[in-house]
T-cell receptor
Framework: GQNIDQPTEMTATEGAIVQINCTYQ??????LFWYQQHAGEAPTFLSY????GLEEKGRFSSFLSRSKGYSYLLLKELQMKDSASYLC???????????FGQGTELSVKP | DAGVTQSPTHLIKTRGQQVTLRCSPK?????VSWYQQALGQGPQFIFQ???????QRGNFPDRFSGHQFPNYSSELNVNALLLGDSALYLC?????????????FGPGTRLTVT
């Protein structure tokens, strides 16, 4: 079966760096997605990792270790607008349904 | 380039009633997936449509049904509404064969069942 775990809540200070972890168990692996979701809005795509290593995209980076079933999202130079829920998701199969974690609610404080 | 659109934005229904939610995919996309998101939870997969057929289904009862039209738009129907069906319903579209088959989400329909 598929199982995804991520922390429920995190708090960080404006300008700081925060790392949001995600562990997963899947019967197969077809990549891992990170989405950002502001309250009452749709999830928006942040990153997709299919190979091990770190991928950097501006202030956001995502890391994947397939052997450990582990990923993290790294947010640098935090801004107040980064306060949101961050969702880790894996495809059940290629092109198929996404299995989401419960989301990590990040609060950025001044 | 129009993104994924959904209608209506908000809806209030009474227990036992039926509801239809609508979704238009992002231009060029051919696959539509529906998700239910309860407050404070991640989205839960309901089903996916491709070439006007249900391709995959999550653990939802038969009260949840759908349809995809030749123009790739889709509907989600829920019969005999229960209080527990109150949630944000998200539609996501994708293109078969694109990297990771990345899914683009619409703004959602907030359904409240009283």
């Amino acid at each position: 079966g598929q199982n995804i775990d991520q922390p429920t809540e995190m708090t960080a200070t404006e300008g700081a760096i925060v790392q949001i972890n995600c562990t997963y168990q899947t019967s197969g692996f077809n990549g891992l997605f990170w989405y950002q979701q502001h309250a009452g809005e749709a999830p928006t795509f942040l990153s997709y990792n299919v190979l091990d290593g770190l991928e950097e995209k501006g202030r956001f980076s995502s890391f994947l270790s397939r052997s450990k079933g582990y990923s993290y999202l790294l947010l640098k130079e935090l801004q107040m607008k980064d306060s949101a829920s961050y969702l880790c998701a894996v495809p059940y199969n290629q092109g198929g349904k996404l299995i989401f974690g419960q989301g990590t609610e990040l609060s950025v404080k001044p | 380039d129009a993104g994924v659109t959904q209608s209506p934005t908000h809806l209030i229904k009474t227990r036992g009633q039926q509801v239809t939610l609508r979704c238009s995919p992002k231009s060029g996309h051919d696959t539509v997936s529906w998700y239910q998101q309860a407050l404070g939870q991640g989205p839960q997969f309901i089903f996916q449509y491709y070439e006007e057929e249900e391709r995959q289904r999550g653990n939802f009862p038969d009260r949840f049904s759908g349809h995809q039209f030749p123009n790739y738009s889709s509907e989600l129907n829920v019969n005999a509404l229960l209080l527990g069906d109150s949630a944000l319903y998200l539609c996501a579209s994708s293109l078969v064969g694109s990297p990771g088959d990345e899914q683009y989400f619409g703004p959602g329909t907030r359904l409240t069942v009283t």
